[in-house]
Nanobody
Framework: QVQPVESGGGSVQTGGSLKLSCGAS????????VGWFRQPPGQEREFVGS????????SYPSSAKGRFAISRDSAKNTLLLQINYLISEDTAVYYC????????????????????WGQGTQVTVSS
């Protein structure tokens, strides 16, 4: 089964930046909504942002606008998440997911729109 694979997590100091990557060997993200979610310790999984691969159109929750930027490297079939000005509240496991159903584009904020999930990568922000 195809599964996205995240990379780029680690420990970062407050105010720093980090770029996460997500790829999926064996298939392209064409016609798919590809997104990032995160789960802070003891909290629910939350939407960070997503991108519709064909158009590059991005969606973000209001809480993520400004410090989070999603982009794609089509040649490498890789989704990127740039996080700037990291704060302690960004500490979480970050998950990449994608969904290729016709309704996946309609509800990019919902985990139910995504059928394939990665194992996650840990991001820890400390002062």
């Amino acid at each position: 089964q195809v599964q996205p694979v995240e990379s780029g997590g680690g420990s970062v100091q407050t105010g720093g930046s980090l770029k996460l990557s997500c790829g999926a060997s064996g298939r392209t993200f064409s016609n798919c909504q590809v997104g990032w979610f995160r789960q802070p310790p003891g909290q629910e999984r939350e939407f960070v942002g997503s991108l519709y691969w064909n158009s590059g159109r991005t969606s973000y929750p209001s809480s993520a606008k400004g410090r989070f930027a999603i982009s794609r490297d089509s040649a490498k079939n890789t989704l990127l998440l740039q996080i700037n000005y990291l704060i302690s509240e960004d500490t979480a496991v970050y998950y990449c997911a994608f969904g290729c159903r016709s309704d996946s584009r309609s509800y990019p904020f919902s985990p139910a729109s995504y059928d394939y999930w990665g194992q996650g990568t840990q991001v820890t922000v400390s002062s």
